[in-house]
């Protein structure tokens, strides 16, 4: 759809976007082999990290957590969805005497349920990690073995209760229903909200009952001096609640067993859309049913039976078979402009990226399939060297893709136990040469083997994306357009770098364009978690006689390429490269120089948090318009902790050879749905692609002033300190490599960005309250003028006594004139006002939208309350404090009849004036 003038239109268009995370919805992000079959999720993979030491009984406890967890999913689900098929990776170092099933360890990805050890000062929650955005998946869940083997008794709830939850937040992108959005201004998580005429706790659904107080005094809740209720006031379910829903809120009360439901006729799953969570805040109030039955897994199931039996099969699986490869590569006549780019890139991946003990064959294919290099177990660097002259240099004749495949995995079954072996597939061109790809693949999916695919150029197969997805690879496109590009050897590089349980950390990649005589310079920094066999190399067709110089403090290590060293050259920093910036010299006496420095490391130890940036990108296949715009997001994380301040660059390039920088934000604008939470992001707006087709997107991010965000928080009920501390962490620089993203119905009338509206505002917040005065003080964080790119030019202050009139038809609602000229996006704007004929007992409701110069109208921000307080509970205690003072300055003065006299009439007034200690609303 495009964007046209009319206003029905546009109020379209700004619904579009505004719900582009449901639109989005049925995303994940991790690259995970799960499918569903039937009401069955297949294939989730259960890793116990490596330094976990033996135990068996922790085998039996997660077995039995699993099943009971599936059951659990399944009455969430209302009978749509269990775990089928669970396998549970077992650490290499644990002994296997037959229990476990073996596999290579060609690709050594990390599960999406992961155990870990419990670190030493951080917390043990079980958590999702990197939520980007409603309705789109995380990276994986995360449980400790501590928490684990203490089971209810780690203050949680039921842990397969809570596995639930996490399911929910992973796999579907839910958010929290329980208190745990951040006033952005104080740091303190919000308890309560403004609800007639009182402070009501939040939760979903009201049937939740229990107590307020003030956990550091044990005393009865009171207002502060901005008339909010005090940082240290906290909601307290009952342990005996009988509430059912929801299990996005407080899953740890045993009796919780649904979701909130917008459609819910009963109060006991009836979603409450004003509670300031984060469910409402990142989902514009839909409940997580509604986001549910907007996932594709939704719409690929009914309801099963009720009876049926939900006990997964659960694999126990060991890691124990070094690893084993094939590179496969095209040498089709079409291939002859790109077969030496190919050869020297492979050639990098064989030489320094490849682990030792890994067995590697190399096949090729044109009309036929041929083998170049037998299966080979690298063990010295004459392996690497003989591997890498038995690339192809030649091409020549039709393309038969399948009978590459056919070969790979013929030569490949000449070893033992080829479950879990990688192809590397590359090529530029579309079959059409029989075996096809649909004939052989079955023989490989059976066997458990991944495909790696790299599109070369725009008429590479579009079948490739499929075939990665459905064995569970990863698909690169190399536009071979582009100048200056690095994304051949990005691509080659990025599926192998976790190809081995020493983990690769890609650092930097440069295009590096010099003539004879000049030197090229560039720097790179070693950071506290890494620095172990840093290599740094350059990849081009000559480095005879080529000065690669890498200097650090006093040190200096130098390589001069030889005719002998086949298209690479590095210098490898012997032992632990220490800590610090390091500056890098290119140049030549004889030829110019153009090719790509690849910089990288590893983790300094196996125990070692490494910081690492991860693209978070969307489906493989984006359906553009103007009207729908796509995201992109990375994920900054130290270990488990988020970091901030960092900046992060996207370089993009498409199939014509257009290329274009755009930055990530972690700001709460735009697509950023949260301020510092490591999750950047961006929307790709329409004026920045100039074609369809696949995109190659690297993602650059850098630190200099970047800190790590410890959160000092247990699970909700069971402490109440919500503290953050932030740690600086010394400066770095990291890449990675999204896969492949196909961009279709792009037009060019999708270049007009003057009808794209403001970004949603998503930080309103209630900072001030003065019920005498009857004023209010609101503050949020400016947005652009199209999303969060400009200045807007207004904003448009609304309010209502009905909160579904002010969500839905805002138009029609009460002004407030604000006057306020928009800031720079990000910046605090802040508005002081009053609400005209103002009712006690009532509630209003307020929200903000940003217009820009076309006067295009942002969506709804999110909608707080206020009103005029009568609930006495919140001023009993405030009020026996104002008369205590009175007493003691009485006492100071008086006499001690009228002392006496006053202290009788106080206690005379509180035993009149004394309530209870419930809120006068269910809770």
Request: net charge negative; aromatic share 8%; glycine share 6%.
């Amino acid at each position: 759809m495009c964007f046209t003038s009319s206003l029905s239109d546009r109020r379209l268009t700004m619904k579009l976007i505004f719900f582009i995370s449901i639109c989005l919805s049925g995303l994940g992000f991790a690259i995970s082999t799960i499918s569903l079959t039937g009401n069955g999720y297949t294939d989730i993979l259960v890793t116990i990290a490596d330094d976990i030491a033996e135990n068996t009984q922790l085998i039996s406890i997660l077995q039995d957590w699993l099943i009971e967890a599936s059951r659990k999913l399944y009455i969430a689900s209302k009978y749509r969805f269990f775990f089928k098929k669970i396998i549970i990776r077992i650490p290499e170092k644990w002994s296997n005497n037959g229990q476990y099933i073996v596999t290579s360890a060609s690709t050594n990805k990390e599960g999406d349920i992961r155990i870990e050890s419990p670190k030493k000062d951080m917390k043990s929650n079980p958590h999702a990690c990197c939520l980007p955005a409603c309705g789109v998946g995380g990276q994986f869940i995360h449980f400790t073995t501590d928490v684990m083997i203490k089971g209810e008794n780690a203050g949680f709830g039921n842990l397969a209760t809570v596995l639930v939850h996490e399911w929910g937040h992973y796999r579907w992108g839910l958010f929290d229903e329980y208190p745990t959005s951040r006033d952005t201004y104080t740091n303190k998580i919000i308890q309560f909200y403004s609800h007639n005429g009182g402070w009501e706790p939040v939760r979903c659904t009201t049937e939740i009952e229990g107590k307020m107080f003030n956990y550091v005094s044990n005393r009865n809740c009171k207002l502060d001096s901005k008339g909010k209720p005090e940082s240290d006031c906290f909601f307290q379910p009952n342990s005996g609640s009988k509430a059912i829903a929801s299990m996005m809120g407080h899953a740890y009360i045993s009796s919780i067993s649904q979701f909130c439901d917008s459609d819910s006729t009963g109060e006991k799953t009836k979603h409450n859309a004003e509670a300031p969570n984060m469910q409402n805040d990142r989902c514009s109030g839909q409940s997580s049913w509604d986001i549910i039955k907007h996932h594709n897994d939704y719409k690929a199931t009914s309801p099963g039976n009720p009876l049926a039996n939900t006990r997964p099969e659960i694999i126990l699986q060991q890691t124990q078979i070094s690893g084993r490869f094939c590179l496969l590569i095209d040498v089709s006549g079409s291939m002859k402009n790109f077969i030496d780019d190919a050869k020297d890139a492979l050639t990098t991946v064989i030489k320094t990226i490849l682990p030792n003990e890994s067995y590697v064959g190399i096949a090729s294919f044109s009309d036929n399939g041929h083998l170049l290099k037998r299966m080979t177990k690298i063990t010295s660097e004459s392996d690497r060297n003989s591997l890498a002259y038995s690339l192809p240099a030649t091409a020549v004749g039709g393309t038969s893709i399948g009978a590459g495949l056919e070969t790979c995995y013929q030569e490949l079954l000449t070893l033992n136990n080829v479950t879990g072996s990688v192809i590397y597939l590359a090529t530029d061109g579309e079959e059409n040469e029989p075996p096809y790809t649909e004939e052989v693949l079955p023989n490989l999916t059976e066997k458990g083997i991944v495909i790696h695919t790299l599109a070369i150029g725009s008429s590479a197969d579009e079948k490739l994306n499929n075939i990665s997805k459905i064995t569970g690879g990863s698909s690169y496109f190399y536009s071979s357009e582009t100048v200056d590009s690095t994304s051949l050897i990005d691509a080659l590089i990025e599926p192998f770098t976790e190809s081995s349980k020493d983990k690769i950390i890609r650092i930097k990649t440069v295009h590096a364009d010099i003539s004879t005589h000049q030197v090229f310079e560039t720097n790179f920094v070693i950071d506290d978690t890494i620095g172990r066999d840093t290599i740094v190399q350059l990849t081009t067709h000559v480095v005879r006689d080529v000065n690669l110089t890498i200097k650090h403090s006093e040190m200096t290590f130098t390589k001069i390429g030889t005719a002998g060293d086949n298209s690479v050259i590095y210098v490898k920093i012997p032992g632990i490269a220490q800590i610090g910036n390091y500056d890098v010299f290119l140049s030549s006496t004889t030829h110019d120089i153009s090719g790509t420095l690849s910089i990288f490391s590893k983790p300094v130890s196996s125990k070692q948090a490494v910081l690492q940036v991860n693209v978070l990108n969307t489906e493989p296949e984006i359906q553009y318009s103007a009207s729908l715009l796509f995201p992109l997001y990375a994920a900054v994380y130290k270990g488990s902790l988020p970091v901030t301040n960092a900046t992060v660059m996207a370089v993009i390039e498409n199939e014509i050879g257009d290329s274009f920088n755009t930055v990530l934000k972690d700001n709460a604008i735009g697509a950023d749905i949260s301020l510092n939470d490591g999750i950047y992001s961006c929307y790709i707006l329409p004026n920045e692609l100039s074609a369809n087709g696949r995109l190659s997107i690297k993602v650059i991010a850098e630190g200099y002033s970047a800190k790590v965000v410890v959160e000092v928080t247990r699970a909700p009920g069971t402490k109440f300190t919500d503290d953050f501390e932030e740690q600086s962490i010394s400066p770095f620089m990291r890449v990675a490599l999204a896969r492949e993203i196909t961009v279709k119905n792009y037009t060019l009338l999708d270049k007009n960005i003057d009808l794209i509206p403001p970004s949603p505002i998503l930080t309103l917040q209630l900072t001030n309250i003065s019920n005498e005065d009857n004023i209010y003080t609101i503050t949020w964080y400016a947005v652009g003028d199209d999303l969060d790119k400009g200045n807007a030019s207004s904003y448009d202050i609304r309010y209502s006594d009905k909160f579904q009139k002010l969500k839905t038809d805002p138009g029609r609602q009460q002004t407030i004139t604000a006057g306020i000229i928009p800031k720079e996006p990000g910046e605090t704007e802040s508005f002081v006002f009053r609400i005209p004929n103002i009712q006690t007992n009532t509630t209003y409701y307020i929200a903000v939208r940003a217009v820009d110069d076309q006067n295009n109208t942002g969506d709804l921000s999110n909608i707080i309350s206020v009103s005029i307080l009568n609930d006495q509970y919140w001023f009993d205690d405030e009020n026996t404090d104002g008369l205590s003072i009175a007493v003691l300055v009485g006492i100071s003065i008086g006499a001690v009849i009228i002392v006496a006299f006053f202290l009788v009439c106080v206690i005379t007034l509180i035993k009149k004036k004394k309530v209870p200690r419930m809120s006068n609303y269910a809770i």
